[in-house]
């Protein structure tokens, strides 16, 4: 039987031929050039939906918090001769301030167009005048030229840095989906109420335009809200560097995706891409701009997307304002004639002049930097009570909105079934047994990912042919479920044999025969670009439950996740037509961040509601989950069960649940 069990534990004969799983390969990171793969007009339609969602779940935008007031402040009026410039700082939510300026003209009849202006890495934000780039001049341009523009500051820059600094957030903040890049963001979604809220400014004329870390801020704005009618995001977008800076990497931004594609949300409306010879645009005529503007040939749309590339280094310098200026007026102002929008000289007033809080303190009720991530986290956890289902339509209306929120932060692709390829490995035949079962070693797979799950799959001899199957995940692989001296498998899969089931057994991403990658996840925003292991694991879990659902030669598919794997197997469950869901918590302490950070650290996890999101998409199907001791807290998942009137499918058992009382569950009628 030892010779027997060798053949049985490894799919290969040498472990020097374990599998080869493209996703244990170098990572990617900010530099690694990215091929934009091109998309027909349906591909598309399906990517730049599921993008927005990554984009809103990464930035912290699922689920909705409550929306509160601006109250915004506006003071410190200064007028000039066609212009006028004043202080503001408004509330994206209780206790956060954003600060900056309101240019306006003067002398004309609105209402005018709006513009939101983000600044970039400048060494003085918002504030800088240097040749290379002047956020007050092109302000003070776009304000003569009949536009109300906001320019706001950057995440600790300037007044912001009274409050927080730049380089804000880390691994306990990304469970939340708490980031620079987010505050950011709320930052650009909250300025549009701003200008809204403006009685001179026409809210179907608003427009966004910013230079590198503003360029960032540009395309991310315009990919989750359309307000934005007109877009110019300057040197910035490229498959050679997606962003150096925190506020420019928010976890889980970038899975499967580039700034290209970012970038083309804007589609069909008009976009100008300005580059520069001497920075990482330097192929955006050649490389994205003809990407980008595929996609707006699927909206019979190239004349809306223009690009212009100035010989110079990284700017936002005249020669590229001048540009921008003519492509605004040519869709808010109706202006064909470029020439009419060269640049006026300008005289920037004195910092003190310009600076929110030069005279005046900050608010009392400002948030401390240390205070950011409790008073988010309240905010969270009310936006995730008040969406407890209590009846079956508001179960529907949680999963659509937190379930997706769950499916993003894991970074899953649920492949169809088409696409999930099951095949035996070279070398291998099938192994029986004088018990009446029989092994088939499997390798199962996504087409074109190159991910890559051995598998055993044990059937009772003689097969019916529609044997439901049983899917068992160890948390060391599994050879763990297979007798070490008899070559045998354990009871609990002898046991399911008897009943009738087949029962299948998997090596999860670095487990088993997949060996243990290299894969640094604390270093360099890995998880803007990587999905982290425990991710890949529960991926792998969904994968192999969708290659055995609604095949004609399978009747059902069970779950059992053992230890650790118990984990994975409840956040994997709900994404599946899985019928019986038995979970091992392993005493998992759900309510504390640093147990997520040791055993689960996936970003994003706990802003969509992590176990409880997972629970509630199981129900009402059959679901234990034992060995929660004093720690793992099913509450919420009893109570939603509870509300829709499942209560008899959900057994919690603080200890572990004997082999014998699952098989009977599982295989009872």
Not at 531 to 536: D, I, P, Q, S
Request: glycine content about 8%; aromatic content about 8%; proline content about 6%.
């Amino acid at each position: 039987m030892a010779e027997q069990h060798h053949e049985l534990a490894h799919v290969f004969t040498e472990a020097s031929q374990g599998v080869n799983d493209a996703r244990g390969g170098t990572p990617r990171d900010l530099n690694t050039p990215y091929t934009f793969p091109g998309y027909t007009k349906a591909e598309w339609t399906e990517k730049a939906a599921a993008l927005r969602q990554q984009i809103r779940v990464a930035n912290g935008l699922v689920p909705t918090h409550e929306s509160t007031p601006l109250n915004a402040e506006i003071f410190g009026k200064i007028e000039r001769a066609d212009y006028s410039v004043e202080k503001v700082y408004f509330e994206p939510f209780p206790g956060f301030f954003t600060t900056g300026n309101l240019y306006r003209p003067l002398g004309k009849s609105g209402p005018f167009p709006g513009i939101v202006s983000p600044h970039g890495h400048w060494g003085r934000g918002r504030l800088e005048n240097i040749e290379r780039g002047s956020v007050p001049g092109r302000c003070i341009n776009f304000a003569k030229q009949g536009y109300v523009i906001f320019a706001y500051d950057m995440l600790g820059y300037n007044d912001s840095g009274k409050q927080i600094e730049h380089h804000y957030g880390g691994a306990r903040e990304g469970l939340w989906g708490l980031s620079a890049m987010g505050l950011q963001l709320q930052n650009s979604i909250r300025s549009i109420d701003f200008l809204e809220s403006l009685s001179d400014v026409d809210n179907e004329r608003i427009g966004c335009t910013g230079a590198s870390g503003g360029g960032t801020q540009t395309f991310i704005l315009t990919a989750v809200d359309e307000r934005i009618k007109v877009s110019a995001p300057v040197n910035m977008i490229s498959a050679t560097m997606q962003g150096g800076c925190i506020c420019e990497n928010a976890p889980n931004l970038r899975l499967d995706a580039s700034n290209i594609e970012i970038g083309a949300l804007m589609a069909p409306r008009p976009l100008l891409l300005v580059s520069a010879t001497g920075d990482w645009t330097v192929n955006t005529p050649t490389v994205e701009y003809p990407a980008i503007r595929s996609i707006y040939a699927h909206f019979n749309a190239e004349d809306k997307v223009h690009q212009v590339q100035v010989d110079a280094e990284h700017n936002y310098n005249k020669e590229s304002r001048e540009t921008v200026y003519a492509w605004f007026a040519k869709w808010f102002l109706g202006a064909e004639d470029a020439a009419a929008f060269k640049e006026i000289p300008f005289e920037v007033e004195p910092d003190d002049d310009l600076l929110v809080f030069a005279e005046r303190g900050m608010p009392t009720h400002a948030l401390k930097q240390e205070e950011f991530l409790p008073a988010w986290v309240n905010r969270s956890e009310q936006a995730i009570e008040k969406r407890k289902p209590k009846n079956d339509a508001e179960l529907q209306s949680f999963n659509a909105e937190l379930g997706s929120g769950l499916e993003y932060a894991l970074g899953l692709q649920i492949p169809k079934i088409t696409d999930v390829t099951l095949v035996e490995p070279e070398g291998a035949f099938p192994t029986t047994y004088q018990t009446n079962l029989s092994a088939r070693h499997l390798v199962i797979g996504r087409k074109g990912v190159g991910d890559a799950i051995p598998a055993i799959l044990f059937s009772p001899e003689p097969q019916v042919g529609h044997d439901p199957v049983v899917l068992i995940v160890h948390p060391e692989g599994k050879e763990k479920l297979i007798d070490s001296e008899t070559g045998n498998p354990l009871p609990l899969i002898t046991d399911l044999l008897r009943a009738d089931r087949k029962v299948l057994l998997i090596d999860v991403f670095g487990k088993g025969e997949h060996g243990n990658y290299e894969r640094p996840e604390d270093t360099g925003y890995f998880t803007t670009y990587n999905r982290t292991a425990a991710a890949l694991r529960v991926q792998d879990i969904v994968t192999t439950l969708r290659c055995f659902t609604n095949r004609g030669d399978v009747s059902e598919v069970n779950l059992i996740g053992i230890g650790e794997a118990g984990l994975w197997s409840l956040l994997a469950a709900g994404f599946t037509d899985v019928k019986n869901v038995v979970v091992d918590a392993a005493e998992f302490d759900n309510s504390r961040d640093d147990a997520f950070l040791q055993t689960l650290p996936i970003p994003n996890i706990r802003q969509v509601g992590d176990f409880r999101t997972a629970g509630t998409l199981v129900a009402p199907r059959p679901l234990i989950i034992h060995n929660t001791g004093s720690t793992f807290d099913t509450a919420w998942i009893a109570d939603v069960y509870g509300n829709i009137g499942s209560s008899q499918h959900l057994l919690v058992e603080k200890g572990r649940v004997p082999d014998e009382e699952i098989v009977a569950r599982i295989t009872a009628a």
